[in-house]
Each structure stands twice: as C-alpha cells, then as structure tokens.
C-alpha cells in the first residue's frame, strides 16, 4: 500500500462534508459519520487504557481489539464493505468466557469505579455502548452488516469484565454500589 496519508489539511471539508472510503462525500453530521467517530473516540480511549498497568496477555488482547476497531472505522467508512466478521464476535465471547470465569459471581451492582485502570475501562465501556447506540441507528437508516453491532456490544460486556479484572490486577476488588446508603 503505498503512501496514503501525504497532505492532512485538504480544505475538502471546509463546506461541512467529509469523504468515505468509496469517494463519496457526506455530511459531517450523518449518521455513519457518528459511528465512525464513536469508534475512533473507543480506540483512542483503549490506548489511553494501554498507558496503564495491566498483566501482558490482557494488553495484547486489547491492541488486537485496537486493530478490530480500526477495521470496524473501515467497515463503517466504505458502504457495503465488510471487515469484522463472526470470527471477530466470537473472539470475544472467548475473551469474555475466560476473565469471567476467573471472577467472582456478582452480588450487587458495582460503581465505575476502583483503579485508574479499571476506571478508564468503565468510561471505555460507555464509549463502546455510545458507539453501538450509532452503529444501531446507522443500521436503522442504511444497510449495513450485524457484526459491527455484535461486535461493540460484545465488547462493552467485555470492558465491563476487564474493568473487574484490572481492579483485581491492582490489588482491589469492585466497588460496590451501596443500596442501603440511602436508609441511614
């Protein structure tokens, strides 16, 4: 592939339109162009989530998922195209069976909340439930394929469980939501 990205500043967008993959241009405020920069928001948070401490297995699952949501842009930004596939939903039914198998069984509802760490996972399981919100009504709008949606919604349960995880990585344990406060 040779060099894609040679002038940042094209002024094409100047009039508030943007260019997709396929060469066609639509409004910076379209429905595709929301999920797009939903996805882009979840990617750049999971790499502020990467400058933590976290097991190494864990890191690479998520650079791996950063180069998913990549595809997943890509998908979203050239209509009719398909990057994320079922291999890409049941990965992460993999990665979701796995950490919660090694938690403990939830009692109560717990705070987004814990470890720096954690915390950054829980506002990277909003953006990800944002995303899919986008990606949900794109689908309602233009036809589009069910694995972006699948995917993001996966991987909202999953940054859920590897919020619990990194808690327990740092040395805590989840916070829980205290119903009873409100009796005292």
């Given at each position: 592939?040779?060099?894609?990205?040679?002038?940042?500043?094209?002024?094409?967008?100047d009039n508030?339109?943007?260019?997709?993959g396929?060469?066609?241009?639509?409004?910076?405020?379209?429905?595709?162009i929301?999920?797009?920069?939903?996805?882009?928001?979840?990617?750049?948070?999971?790499?502020?989530?990467?400058?933590?401490?976290?097991p190494d297995e864990?890191?690479d699952?998520?650079?791996?998922?950063q180069?998913?949501?990549f595809d997943?842009?890509g998908?979203?930004?050239?209509p009719?195209?398909?990057m994320?596939?079922e291999?890409?939903v049941?990965?992460?039914?993999?990665?979701l069976?796995?950490y919660?198998a090694?938690?403990?069984?939830l009692?109560?509802f717990?705070l987004p909340?814990?470890?720096?760490?954690?915390?950054?996972a829980?506002?990277?399981?909003?953006?990800?439930?944002?995303?899919?919100r986008a990606?949900?009504g794109l689908?309602?709008?233009e036809?589009?394929?069910?694995h972006p949606?699948q995917?993001?919604?996966r991987?909202?349960?999953l940054?859920?469980?590897?919020?619990r995880v990194l808690?327990r990585h740092a040395?805590?344990s989840?916070?829980?939501?205290?119903h009873?406060r409100?009796?005292?």
């Open positions: 592939m040779g060099n894609r990205l040679s002038k940042i500043a094209t002024r094409t967008g508030g339109t943007t260019g997709l396929d060469g066609s241009r639509t409004g910076k405020d379209s429905l595709r929301h999920a797009i920069g939903d996805v882009d928001e979840l990617n750049s948070h999971l790499g502020l989530l990467l400058c933590e401490d976290m864990t890191r699952e998520l650079v791996g998922i180069h998913d949501l997943l842009g998908e979203l930004c050239i009719g195209h398909q994320i596939l291999a890409h049941e990965k992460l039914d993999a990665l069976a796995r919660n090694t938690l403990p069984a009692t109560e717990i909340a814990g470890s720096r760490a954690a915390s950054i829980h506002v990277c399981r909003t953006i990800c439930r944002r995303a899919e990606i949900v689908g309602k709008a036809t589009i394929h069910d949606r995917y993001v919604n991987l909202s349960d940054m859920f469980v590897l919020a808690n040395g805590g989840d916070v829980l939501w205290q009873e409100r009796k005292k």
